[in-house]
């Protein structure tokens, strides 16, 4: 596989909004172009860093671009691996990572990169996991909830809302939105699996999940986590963040967010 066969698959697997990938296109064209011939497995740790170092960027800029192209990588390494071939080379952004930390002096927020970064760690994942990664970092779903859902949970309404029927504590039910897209990504994936009704979607413990991404830098409830950043950072209410949160009262809500610490999530990414 070449760079440029990689970035090619890279776009087809990326999804996200129009911004994210603009962002992504803005890194690896540029790779492409000076890489595009080069096997992947033939791409030198040295060879990266060079091509970083020698960008007219600032620092904080440079950090995201290394974040993509390490994300192009995992995503290489990943597809490699679902083929069922064995692979004896290993991410060369992983070697160089020390020479591409998040600047500290540098005005611009920590979350800068918080999305290139959650991005790249959904990138990593199998197609089970990242659909687990969606409804968490998407649906502000707890683990336990997305373990238990079952075809039947999955509902579309008839104006064309989706939404996923969870029981919560003393056995009430609620109804979590989730955006149409993913409905439908859920639905083939039931289909393409022959998942029976009645059946779990995922068969596996909240522990497996753990494991997989405290491998990436991550814990479950991250993904929750996550998911409140975005909706505040598009501006939504108190009221819409309490309901995509699925919490009783406002006051538990305020509390979340007030113990929200971005910073914290966005420092257990760096140099991942």
Not at 170 to 188: M, R, S, T, Y
Request: charged content about 30%; some cysteine.
């Amino acid at each position: 596989m070449t760079i440029s066969d990689a970035i090619n698959n890279f776009y087809t697997r990326i999804g996200g909004k129009k911004n994210t990938i603009a962002s992504y296109r803005a890194t690896l064209e540029g790779f492409k172009e000076k890489f595009g011939n080069r096997n992947v497995p033939d791409i030198l740790p040295a060879e990266v860093r060079e091509y970083l170092k020698g960008l007219k960027i600032s620092e904080s800029t440079r950090y995201l671009r290394f974040s993509h192209i390490k994300a192009l990588f995992n995503r290489a390494i990943m597809e490699e691996r679902i083929k069922g071939n064995g692979i004896a080379w290993e991410n060369p952004c992983k070697l160089i990572s020390d020479d591409f930390r998040k600047p500290e002096n540098e005005s611009a927020p920590i979350q800068a990169t918080i999305h290139a970064d959650m991005q790249a760690v959904r990138l990593s994942l199998n197609q089970k996991y990242q659909l687990i990664f969606d409804i968490g970092a998407r649906g502000a779903l707890r683990i336990e909830e997305i373990l238990s859902i079952t075809p039947d949970t999955l509902i579309r309404e008839p104006d064309g809302a989706c939404c996923i029927r969870i029981e919560v504590k003393g056995g009430k039910i609620q109804n979590k939105v989730i955006p149409p897209d993913l409905c439908d990504k859920l639905h083939e994936y039931i289909e393409e699996h022959g998942i029976g009704k009645d059946e779990r979607l995922f068969k596996m413990t909240r522990s497996a999940v753990w494991q997989v991404l405290k491998a990436r830098g991550i814990e479950p409830h991250d993904l929750r986590r996550y998911a409140a950043y975005r909706a505040m950072e598009m501006g939504k209410d108190m009221k819409t963040i309490q309901g995509l949160l699925g919490h009783a009262s406002p006051a538990t809500t305020m509390i979340y967010l007030r113990n929200l610490s971005v910073s914290m999530l966005a420092k257990k990414l760096v140099g991942m």
